[in-house]
């Protein structure tokens, strides 16, 4: 992962572009920065996999850490937005998210100045509603807040018989011994557990909190079985949000080097890392893959990606 700063200036004539500075772009050659953008251009290419440049990507931005950093939104991300769907670029949200729903969700994005609407973005709770639904006869156990129980109300049924599934999601309102007990003994019992997403912290305006993988991770140990992760980093989700996109036309953007960046790796996507969110945090793990390129946030994305 590339921790050296920029030293070349940018020659574009648009000051917000780059507001922080230029942005540094890395290819497949490990070492080898490319800091002109016309010069980046006449190398993707190699990196779409023989592709025409003009065709039009599919393109994933994470949410919290790309999108919106500590409840606010990042400079420049709401216009980020609008430029590549007028450049004719396919963009869709998926996040971790896992304490709202998805009409919840959208409006919050809504309320901070980023056009999104039902159906362009994917939560983890949406791949469990889909899973349980294709699952006959499944009967499951939530260790959830509210909004995610509702969500999975329909295969809510107590009296039906032990559960077949524990969905652990955010529960930080409704976490309690007996609720984790629960929980525990319906894994043991047999009942597959679901972790929505095992981040281990995430970030708030007022810092940062536990996150639903340090739950998940009691209920595997006092179970001893593992959890099958619906949510990043996940293959399943990256294609429940990528649509069937093929891997060559498909970006991947985010923050989080443990997550965002190796999912794209593993499925041959395009991988882009931002330098806000938990990109500072993570910049001591040498251990992290190296995306294919990494910008400064997520406004420097529309000039990486011109119009097709």
Not at 170 to 198: H, I, K, N
Request: aromatic fraction near 4%.
């Amino acid at each position: 992962m590339n921790s050296s700063p920029t030293s070349a200036a940018h020659s574009s004539s648009d000051p917000d572009v780059f507001p922080d500075g230029p942005a540094t772009f890395r290819n497949h050659t490990p070492g080898r920065d490319v800091n002109d953008i016309d010069d980046l251009r006449d190398r993707l290419p190699r990196f779409t996999g023989g592709r025409e440049l003009m065709e039009p990507r599919v393109v994933l931005l994470d949410l919290d850490g790309t999108l919106i950093e500590r409840g606010q939104p990042v400079p420049g991300a709401a216009r980020a937005v609008v430029e590549l769907r007028r450049a004719g670029h396919t963009v869709r949200i998926f996040t971790n998210t896992d304490s709202q729903s998805e009409a919840t969700l959208v409006d919050r994005i809504r309320r901070l100045g980023i056009p999104v609407a039902l159906g362009e973005i994917f939560t983890p709770v949406i791949a469990a509603r889909e899973i349980l639904a294709a699952t006959p006869g499944s009967r499951v156990l939530v260790l959830a807040d509210r909004a995610v129980r509702d969500e999975l109300a329909a295969h809510r049924s107590p009296d039906a018989g032990p559960p077949t599934h524990v969905v652990v999601g955010d529960c930080r309102e409704t976490l309690s011994y007996p609720a984790l007990d629960a929980a525990f003994r319906a894994v043991r019992a047999g009942a597959e557990l679901l972790a929505l997403q095992r981040g281990r912290y995430f970030r708030a305006a007022d810092g940062d909190h536990v996150d639903t993988g340090a739950i998940v991770a009691a209920i595997e140990f006092a179970a001893g079985k593992p959890a099958r992760v619906l949510g990043k980093p996940s293959q399943d989700f990256l294609r429940l949000a990528a649509q069937s996109a093929p891997a060559d036309l498909l970006w991947v953007v985010g923050d989080d080097g443990t997550t965002d960046i190796p999912m794209a790796i593993t499925a041959g996507a395009t991988s882009v890392q931002v330098r806000t969110g938990k990109y500072l945090d993570q910049q001591a793990t040498e251990a992290l893959p190296r995306p294919t390129h990494t910008i400064n946030s997520i406004a420097d994305l529309p000039a990486l990606l011109p119009p097709p």
